[in-house]
């Protein structure tokens, strides 16, 4: 993250906003993947599931995405789903009114489907392909976003691959390797990323990994790192695995990230997983990325991480200052009534 970049992120935390948005664009996608959370009953906190909603398409899904985008201004947009390629005739018309307003715009996709070869002209449209481990446990998971579709579906562009790992891959000695290796030696891949799997809180999910795994894997990507560049997680990340946020309080990402559903209005909480995630067990790259950058020194013991949070809480003081604002209305005698504080 730039020197520049910490400080809008800084300047939008202070009053109230997200730097970071995340929108399931739709509801629908055509894999079924074990371990989805955006499918799991919690995700939208157990009244409702992904598939219930009311989602968009055609240009009602591009004008609502760009109001969105206006009104929230983000510095960093993730389109997810779902899978956001379901809905790519839309995609196509918004990715280049999004590079046009300057917003990092990150698409996360299983690559079912051809990525468009023009977008890797845009400078702040990133495709993020999620491949579960080698081809024989990934196209077990994931078909029909094979191996094979997904290198058809990647010829032509510039993707990041991003992997979760799961307890599976940590018990096979030299499987990430083995996984970096096939994918560094291609043109296509401008850098790997992994996360480790992230349950429900009390989850007993096969995918989970032990507190020893969770250490040999942080100690097999510190190795990793060093011998492919293309594994793009800087040391202070990686070493991240160790020391998870133990609430989402404590998580800068779920502080600076407001993600929401399919309808465009749910609001998915605390962070992208929903639910009641296990944060103590957490391996989301975003939260260790920005729990690396929160770690830096500013002066003395005062941490970039500890500056964050203060400015959250002012932030949302701020915020709650303007819909009470808001909420104020003329008394009869047409007079101002007084303020009210809202419960938080
Ligand atoms: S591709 Fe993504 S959204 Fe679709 S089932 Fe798999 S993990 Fe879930
Ligand atoms: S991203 Fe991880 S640490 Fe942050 S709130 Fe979600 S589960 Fe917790």
């Known amino acids: ?49 992904l598939r219930q909603l009311s989602d968009y398409r055609g240009d009602e899904l591009v004008q609502r995405i760009l109001a969105l985008v206006d009104e929230y ?63 024989p446990e990934h196209d077990e998971r994931r078909k029909p976003a094979t191996y094979e579709r997904i290198l058809k579906s990647i010829s032509e562009a510039r993707v990041t691959i991003h992997s979760t790992i799961t307890s599976t891959f940590a018990s096979r000695p030299g499987y990430l390797e083995e996984f970096v290796r096939f994918w560094s030696g291609r043109p296509e ?28 894997v942080m100690e097999e990507l510190l190795c990793l790192r060093r011998l492919y560049p293309i594994l793009e997680m800087p040391e202070e990340l990686i070493r991240e695995i160790a020391t998870p946020p133990k609430s989402p309080e404590e998580c800068i990402f779920a502080q600076t990230t407001q993600t929401l559903s399919a309808d465009l209005k749910t609001k998915i909480t605390p962070c992208q997983f929903g639910g009641d995630p296990d944060c103590e067990q957490c391996g989301c790259i975003a939260s260790m990325g920005l729990a690396a950058v929160g770690r830096h020194p500013v002066a003395g013991s005062l941490t970039a991480g500890r500056i964050f949070m203060a400015s959250a809480k002012v932030g949302k003081g701020w915020k709650r200052a303007q819909q009470i604002l808001a909420f104020r209305k003329p008394s009869s005698l047409g007079e101002a009534e007084p303020f009210t504080i809202l419960p938080s």
């Open 1 to 49: 993250m730039k020197k520049s970049q910490v400080l809008q992120a800084w300047g939008k935390i202070l009053t109230g906003q997200f730097p970071s948005l995340s929108i399931e664009i739709t509801k629908e996608c055509p894999l079924r993947c074990p371990g989805c959370y955006a499918f799991d009953a919690a995700h939208l906190g157990g009244e409702t599931q």
């Open 189 to 216: 891949i401008a850098r790997i990323w992994f996360s480790l799997f992230t349950p429900q809180r009390g989850a007993t999910d096969p995918e989970i990994l032990t507190t020893s795994q969770r250490i040999s």
């Open 73 to 135: 201004k983000p510095l960093h947009l993730s389109l997810v789903g779902g899978d956001p390629l379901v809905r790519y005739r839309e995609l196509e018309i918004l990715v280049p009114q999004l590079e046009a307003r300057g917003i990092h715009t990150q698409i996360v996709t299983s690559a079912f489907r051809v990525i468009p070869p023009e977008w890797a002209k845009f400078k702040r449209v990133y495709v993020v392909v999620s491949i579960d481990g080698l081809q």
